[in-house]
T-cell receptor, first 112, second 115 residues
């Protein structure tokens, strides 16, 4: 069945460093790739998403890259801050509001 | 304030005792969905609804029921809870239609423990 693998499961960085989280999906028909951030005790919140017709998208310190041939997509956070500490989930689906498959999550810790 | 509200936030119950987790959104969203979150498994979809009276199964529907009688409400029903339904549950909503994007708006979660 469809699957999204996410690595690493935990990531620890120093404030100001960059963080990269990688995901691989199995369904080649996937076209929509969102990233969600979940802070402690809260529900996930969308931070960025990308469609398959775009290779890269940036929003301030956050960027997502997509390689459809390799079925990889990655989240890049630059100049990390302590408030970036959270669990991050990648996901993939054929189209928004069709079945969304989530990765297992990455716990990011940013140390001052 | 635009939000998705779930109740209860925490619940400890016993095997076989029927329970309902309510979900309400005030954003007039057509799409609503339930997920469960388990360590190492991410979020898995239980049921979703594209509009009133339209519901469909997600990846893990066994042991759950839903109904969508009103646009704003999407309750999750566990008719006979079992310990393997101990989990953190999230309700989410999203607008449909052209230009709506795909953002899911999540509630704050309901932690359920079945003894």
């Amino acid at each position: 069945g469809e699957n999204v693998e996410q690595h690493p499961s935990t990531l620890s960085v120093q404030e100001g460093d960059s963080a990269v989280i990688k995901c691989t999906y199995s369904d080649s028909a996937s076209n929509y790739f969102p990233w969600y951030k979940q802070e402690l005790g809260k529900g996930p919140q969308l931070i960025i998403d990308i469609r398959s017709n775009v290779g890269e998208k940036k929003d301030q310190r956050i960027a997502v890259t997509l390689n459809k041939t390799a079925k990889h997509f990655s989240l890049h956070i630059t100049e990390t801050q302590p408030e970036d500490s959270a669990v991050y989930f990648c996901a993939a689906s054929w189209f928004p509001h069709t079945k969304l498959i989530f990765g297992a999550g990455t716990r990011l810790a940013v140390h001052p | 304030e635009a939000q998705v509200t779930q109740n209860p936030r925490y619940l400890i119950t016993v095997t076989g005792k029927k329970l309902t987790v309510t979900c309400s959104q005030n954003m007039n969203h057509e799409y609503m969905s339930w997920y469960r979150q388990d360590p190492g498994l991410g979020l898995r979809q239980i049921y979703y609804s594209m509009n009133v009276e339209v519901t469909d199964k997600g990846d893990v529907p066994e042991g759950y029921k839903v109904s969508r009688k009103e646009k704003r409400n999407f309750p999750l029903i566990l008719e006979s809870p079992s310990p393997n339904q101990t989990s953190l549950y999230f309700c989410a909503s999203s607008p449909l239609g052209q230009g709506a994007g795909g953002e899911l708006f999540f509630g704050e979660g309901s932690r359920l423990t079945v003894l």
